[in-house]
Every structure is written in C-alpha cells, then in structure tokens.
C-alpha cells in the first residue's frame, strides 16, 4: 500500500533531507586524488553521530556500511575501500540518513580531479536526466511518465538506462510499496497523489544497462566494463509541484 505523507510528515522528512544534502556539500569538498572511499565512509559515520541522525544503510539487510562508493563501472552498491581514488576516476556516493525516525535518501556522482570528456558527459546527462524526470513528478501524472521522461531523454543522447535498480517509496522505512522505474512507457503505473513521497535516482551506464553482482552480493558492475554514473533525490508530490527534500548546490 502506497503511505500518503501529510505536510507535517513530509517537513520531518525534508529535515533528513536536509542533512543529506548538508553532508553531500562536505562530501564534495573531499573528493579528490587520493582520498580513499573509506575515508568518506567514516566522514559520513561522524557526520552522522554529530548531527543526531542515523546512518539507515548500515546494517539494512547485512549491509554493513554507513555509504554506499562506487567508482567507475560499478552501478551501486558498491563497499567503501582503502584504495585510493586516481584522477580521472568517477564515484558515486550513496546514503540515507533517519532524522527523529523520518527518512531521506540522495545519491549523488562526482569527478575525481579532471575527468575524460566521456565521463564529464555521463555525469552532466545523468543529472539532467534526474531533473527531467522530477519535472514530471506532478498531481495527475502517473509514475510512468517520469519513467518514459528519464529514459527517452537519455537514450536520446546515446545512454542506457540501468532496469535492475529503481527508485521507491520512502519514509519510516527505507523502502517503502511505491516503486519508480526509469524506463517504460508513459501513461502507466500509479496515479501521482499529493503525499507521495519517493526516490528518482536514474542510474545511466556508456555501454549495456545490464549488471553483474559480485560474490560481496551486493556490488553491482556493468556487464561490458563501461562507467556508470547515479543521481538521486527525495521528492515528494505536492499542490504546488514535486518537492525536493535532499535539495542541494553540488554541481560536479
């Protein structure tokens, strides 16, 4: 069953949201070559102790960190390691964080010093992409058109869209009924309601949207090697127009 957020319950949200934003701004800051995703890992454990929030990855279903990292060709859900990041490399960092119980979930990709023109234009599109998409998210539409929206935009530009991994319904929980492709026909799916409140997090790949997981069963890489690259946010629908609630300046 689809949970309808009253207004009350979407500013509880948008207060986890907020944070999520916050500690995205400080991730930017830190990315460079030679950093390591560990160390980002326990930037955002801190961040989390300090700010009063709870790092919900951790330990869902055995997950066992605060942060998702994934560079290059991993799609999502890749562990934080020691090895440092090179220039050129791009990487994905992951997270939601509960906030007095409520939750907020945001993604965001970001260039490891000068990156090659191909992966400056993944990341450039693959924003746009979350952005067209959220664009659709109104009172009346249907889930399908911000699926529809997201995929004739990117594969209009020569990339495809990852089907194995979608967006959800968020709130209490992390994953909530509600479930957001970001490929499709439009005209299908829910019915957009005021109080929806849900993830879009396209995730675009240079080559073949199919994935592998590795033995950890939770890396997931391209099949072909290609980069991959993932924006996400918090969105919830509203009389006035789709909400974002993990709204933040980062612009890779």
């Known amino acids: 069953m689809i949970q309808l957020k009253t207004p009350e319950e979407i500013s509880k949200m948008k207060k986890a949201g907020e944070l999520v934003a916050a500690c995205h701004r400080e991730i930017a800051k830190r990315i460079r070559p030679g950093t390591t ?22 330990g869902y279903h055995g997950y066992p960190y605060a942060t998702c990292a994934s ?37 965001w990709s970001y260039p490891v010093g000068r990156v090659s023109e191909e992966a400056r234009a993944l990341l450039e599109t693959t924003k746009e992409a979350l952005y067209i998409g959220i664009e659709k998210a109104v009172i009346g539409n249907r889930i399908g058109d911000v699926s529809n929206a997201i995929q004739t935009f990117s594969e209009s530009q020569g990339y495809s869209v990852v089907r194995q991994f979608i967006g959800h319904g968020i709130g209490q929980v992390m994953h909530e009924d509600l479930q957001v492709p970001h490929y499709g026909p439009a005209g299908r799916g829910p019915r957009l309601k005021e109080g929806m409140v849900f993830t879009i997090e396209p995730m675009l790949n240079i080559g073949s949207y199919a994935a592998w997981i590795e033995e950890d069963g939770w890396t997931a890489r391209t099949i072909d090697g290609s980069l991959s690259a993932q924006y996400e946010h918090t969105i919830a629908i509203t009389k006035e127009g789709p909400l974002i609630l993990t709204d933040q300046a980062v612009r890779p």
């Open 37 to 58: 995703t560990w160390e980002i890992e326990e930037f955002v454990e801190q961040f989390t102790k300090e700010n009063g929030a709870i790092p919900e990855q951790k």
């Open 71 to 107: 560079v290059n060709d991993v799609i999502c859900h890749g562990f934080p390691k020691k090895e440092p990041l090179k220039e050129g490399d791009i990487v994905t960092i992951d997270m939601v964080f509960s906030v007095d119980g409520w939750m907020a979930d945001s993604a």
